[in-house]
């Protein structure tokens, strides 16, 4: 049996990329989604061709690396893609979030981090030549961003993560991809709070395209997927300046 597997499949980027993949993976048998609510499961199941399977769970708890494991043992499924997208940020000043929000940035790193290195490594023994992982990470990978702080850490986690697991699973034929899109209009920033940059306003994207081009990107087998020109001037500009200076300017761009 071939499978797709996405976390973070209820909305946004992960259930954009349950839409598209069996476009491109013609030969799918199954999807398999995995979030917390349900009721939005089920409901992209109804608009996709191929057989959705639906795990209902925490990706924080660990339970659901339980069943889906337990799952995978008996089915023996071949993972043809893995996509990490479940995820979650939080703007404004670090100390303040901790403050007001006790908790929540060690469950995004949680969330952002360690569950997706965790699902990562669960699906690796069932992933074989010509397999593909994409990892969600963000442009917010390129730099240290105040106003976005452990956000923008966990994300230069998933950067790094990706792109050194894609040279140790290289002789295997699995190509892995950090997909790092700038802002883009999903229910992400109804728990992060609008964006503080006015910059990230004028360049939101839509998930259709991103999706778009990271399948793409991963089908060419490239390590990055990185939509449109404003991010990969991004990407260049944390490249060639100072961090020092990216840091100077970033402080400008917030309100
Ligand atoms: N939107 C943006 O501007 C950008 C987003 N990203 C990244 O893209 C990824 C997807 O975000 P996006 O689609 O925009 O945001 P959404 O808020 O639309 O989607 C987040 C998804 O993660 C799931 N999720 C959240 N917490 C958990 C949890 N504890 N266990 C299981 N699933 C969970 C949610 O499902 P449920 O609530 O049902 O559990 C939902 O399906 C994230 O990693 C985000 O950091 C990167 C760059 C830009
Ligand atoms: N890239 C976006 C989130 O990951 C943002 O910077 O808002």
């Not at 995978?72 to 403050?99: C, Y």
């Not at 106003?147 to 190509?175: D, H, M, P, Q």
């Amino acid at each position: 049996m071939k499978i797709g597997i996405i976390t973070g499949a209820s909305s946004g980027i992960g259930r954009e990329f349950a839409r598209q993949m069996e476009y491109f993976y013609q030969t799918l048998d199954e999807i398999w989604v995995i979030a917390r609510r349900k009721e939005k499961l089920l409901a992209l199941s109804a608009q996709i061709r191929v057989p959705v399977r639906i795990f209902n769970g925490d990706l924080t708890e660990k339970e659901i690396y339980t069943e889906l494991s337990n799952l995978l043992e008996t089915e023996k499924p071949d993972i043809r893609m893995l996509v990490n997208a479940a995820g979650f940020g939080k703007s404004g000043n670090a100390e303040d979030i901790r403050r007001k929000e006790a908790g929540c940035q060690s469950r995004m790193i949680d969330l952002n981090c360690r569950a997706l290195t965790e699902m990562t490594f669960v699906c690796l023994p069932y992933m074989s030549a010509g397999s593909r992982i994409l990892n969600i990470a963000s442009a917010a990978a390129f730099c240290p961003q105040p106003g976005f702080a452990v956000y923008a850490a966990t994300k230069a986690y998933v950067l790094s993560f990706s792109r050194a697991l894609g040279e140790e699973v290289k002789n295997r034929r699995i190509y892995v991809t950090a997909v790092c899109p700038g802002p883009v209009d999903t229910e992400f920033f109804e728990t992060a709070g609008r964006p503080e940059s006015f910059l990230k306003e004028k360049v939101m994207a839509e998930a259709p395209q991103v999706v778009r081009k990271a399948l793409l990107d991963s089908r060419a087998r490239k390590s990055l997927s990185i939509y449109g020109l404003p991010m990969k001037g991004a990407q260049i500009a944390a490249k060639v300046l100072p961090h020092r200076l990216v840091l100077k300017l970033e402080q400008i761009g917030r309100k």
